[in-house]
Every structure is written in structure tokens, then in C-alpha cells.
């Protein structure tokens, strides 16, 4: 068993910055999240990860970030028989124990030092056990398993903060995700919803903000956020919405995307919000529920978020 600062001394300062597991106990699915320094070693890890199979399902980078899907337990790691020449990387297993992740990381060739001196370096790491030689580089291969804090992902949407002559909600979301004490700061969105909705603003856009938060850490952060909210919103109708999990329920979706194009009421989105746990807190009213759960809706939909859907349709 080793540290990070161990492995910092042995092999000089490199270039993970920050590793974050997000777990989804009910879907079986983890969340990890890899920030890098630079764009080439994240497009190609993601690339290689994808390849060897194990227990990841999907890819995304985002700049410098790498953001993996992943099933919770173990897999079959599949190199492939080029891979004692080109090197490859896998992520064998995702292991929840009490409020730990347990990561199993395989690494061959150049792709060794990836994952057996680079991102064990990574913010969030605290634990770092090799499962072989520790000798990273060269022909070598390398198995090691490394411990991070067990986080969830909670989800805050906010609407109706503004009025006609001042405010902006997507400025108040993003203030309260940069000032707030607790969780990590993941993702800011901007929804846009049906312009043509009677009693709109100015833009009609709600916003989304997601964290990822240790088990202990929810009702501090709903808390800290209900205040901040309150504290500076303009509206007379301001909500927010929490929802914690992985996956957006497929309802959820629907009414974000109906949100976009019809015109919902009140209790449209307190009878979705029932039915898919997703808690409603009036700040100062109640009009707000709508743009509130329709951007926890829309908060996965990529650049559709921020989108009418004739934005999307090809004449």
C-alpha cells in the first residue's frame, strides 16, 4: 500500500489533476470523472479504455476532462493482440466498500505510466495498492487499485429568480455552483424553455446545476443552496429543484423536451416531480416548479439543452 505522495517522489510531479467516482447504487453504475492537463492524453486513454472492454460502457471528453461510464463490479479485460506493441489501458473493476470506491486499473507498454504513475497522482486518490511490479514504462505491465471517496451526483435546478428588470438565472446558478462550501462543482447548464410560455421574463430559461457530493454532504448542500437562492433572487415565484442519482428518469426527460415546446402548468410538474422522487422546494412561490424540473430534465441532453427543437430540425 502506497500514497500519492509516494508515487509523486518516485516518479516527479505528472499530469492527472483530479479523479471523482460518482455511484449509482440502485442502476448498478458508477461515474468517473478524469481531469487532465492537456486534451491528447485524455483522447487517447478514452480511446484505449473503450477498446480493452472491462467494465466500461461508454466515453466522453470534454477538453481536458475525461468522463467514463462505467457497470459496478468486475470485467473482462480484451488488449486485443496488438497491444504489446501499442501499449493499452483498461479499467478491470468498480468496487463499492462502505463509503469507498476500490478502482482496478490495467496498464501495458507506454500506457503503464498512465495509470500506474500519472493518475494515481490524481486530487481524490488516497489510497494506491500495486497488484504487480510497480515498475511503470518500456514493455512492462501493470495492475494496481486505487481508493477514492464514494461521491453521488445531486442535481439543483433553479427558475423564476429574475424579473423583467434585473436578474438572470443562469448568473445566480452559476454564482451559487462557484461559491458554495460543499461537494465538487461538475457541470453549469442553461435550459432553454418555450419562449412563447404567457408569463416568461425576458429569455425563458431555467438552469441546472450538478455536484458531486460525499453521502453526508445532501442536506448541507440543499440547505446552503435554499439560502443562497433566497438570498438573491428577485422573483416572487422562485423554486428549486434537487434529484440525486446517475440517469435522469426517462419521464423526467419527456417533460424536460415538453417544456421546450408546449406550455405546462404547476401541477404538470409536481405530479412529475412525485412520481420520480424529485423534491420541490418553493423559495418564495410556486410558478417557478416548471422551469425548476424541466432543466433536471434536460440537465444529460447535451447542447439540445440549450435548444428550441427547430434548432435540431434540417430543412
Known sequence: ??????????????????????????????????????????EWDAINRLRSRGVIEHVEVQGTTLI????????????????????????????????KVETTWMGLAGASVGV???????????????????EVGGARAVELKLTTPLRRRLVIGIDDTDTKEKGATWVLGLRLAREIP?????????????????????????TAVSFAVLPGEKDRVVGWARDFISDNTY?????????EGLDVPPRLTKF??????????THDAEHAADANKVRLVEITGSRGAIGALAAIGCVDLGLYSAGLPEDFRRT
Request: hydrophobic share 35%; glycine share 8%.
Open 1 to 42: 500500500m502506497t500514497t500519492p505522495d509516494e508515487i509523486r517522489k518516485r516518479h516527479g510531479s505528472m499530469f492527472a489533476k483530479r479523479l471523482i467516482t460518482l455511484v449509482d447504487e440502485k442502476s448498478s453504475k458508477a461515474r468517473l470523472v478524469e481531469e487532465c492537463c492537456a486534451q491528447g492524453p485524455v
Open 68 to 99: 467514463m461510464e462505467a457497470r459496478l463490479g468486475e470485467g473482462e479485460v480484451r488488449f486485443g493482440p496488438a497491444s504489446k506493441d501499442t501499449g493499452g489501458q483498461a479499467l478491470k473493476s468498480v468496487i463499492v466498500n462502505d463509503d
Open 116 to 134: 500506474g504513475a500519472c493518475l494515481p497522482q490524481a486530487e481524490g486518490v488516497e489510497k494506491v495498492e500495486f497488484l504487480s511490479d510497480e
Open 182 to 206: 460543499y461537494g465538487i462543482f461538475l457541470s453549469h447548464k442553461i435550459i432553454q424553455l418555450n419562449p412563447n410560455a404567457p408569463q416568461k421574463t425576458t429569455n425563458c430559461s431555467s
Open 235 to 243: 422573483s416572487k415565484e422562485t423554486v428549486m429543484a434537487v434529484f
Open 256 to 265: 424536460g423536451a415538453e417544456a421546450k415546446e408546449t406550455i405546462l402548468s
